[in-house]
């Protein structure tokens, strides 16, 4: 058993109030490799931003659990070493699906993890929540929970429709469980491929995709039951066609890959939206980094060659969203 605290970490407890009072939200970036947890400290040290790195089970199991865990007590000292003072790094379980992955976590230096029990009954859902609060309260780790079901593709998580958290349910679930935060579906949806062309219109002038908008009145209406309660959104990746261009430019296919567009983001986190997960968009700059390096530079074999410029095109993607489309710049000083 190790405490997260003793590695440096924080859980999401003070960053999550601090959010809902100062009208921002906390990113949370998925990471499985040296690279995407380089370009998230950097840009978290450089724009002062706290931070929650988030570990699925896929990544859990791709790149093992004990590596991770020591990444992320390295990035807090990675952070430091790029002059931040005070890294405010939460290191997080995303959807967590059993009480046993959560426990794992919890003993292995995790500050908070996510039960995602959205698919089973209401009650059991309640029930197994509860269960991870109980234990993971004992040791300060905060849990977050989901109600509704998201569309999409995410490592293990899958489901081809969407439910709406429904709003009467929210004061029953977050008091009997106890969690700390609330996953709701309001039209957000895993992956790269987020709403079908039938679901979206298209932009006359450019022929583009333009998805249906965020369900922003079953938002208001989960905020008046729970008034500060922090929520947070998944699947929030925005897609950014300059990166589908890319990929589809140089030798990929990913025809009408669409997301969430950024304004509909910064409405949210301005509200009690104060976590938003963005994976997909990390995934499509790695991809559309490297492809153009093997495209332009066919000779070349050396890693570093096609991973660094990944990289960096990630940790602009990073800056971008925490600056431009979350506002948790200069919030962790
Ligand atoms: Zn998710």
Redesign the pocket.
Known sequence: MVSYKELGLVNTREMFAKAIKGGYAIPAFNFNNMEQLQAIIKASAETKSPVILQVSKGARNYANQTLLRYMAQGAVEYAKELGWEHPQICLHL??GDSFELCKSCVDFGFSSVMI?ASSLPYEENIALTKKVVDYAHQYDVTVEAELGV?AGV?DE?SSAVSHYTKPEEVVDFATRTGCDSL?ISIGTS?GAYKFTPEQCTRDPKTGKLVPPPLAFDVLDAIMEQLPGFPIVL??SSSVPQEYVDMINQYGGKLPDAVGIPEEQLRKAAKSAVCKI?I?SDSRLAFTAAVRKVFAEKPGEFDPRKYCGPARDLMEELYKHKIINVLGSDGKAE
Do not use: P, T
């Open positions: 995303d959807h995602d998201l995410e998580v996953a895993h998944h699947g997960n994976d």
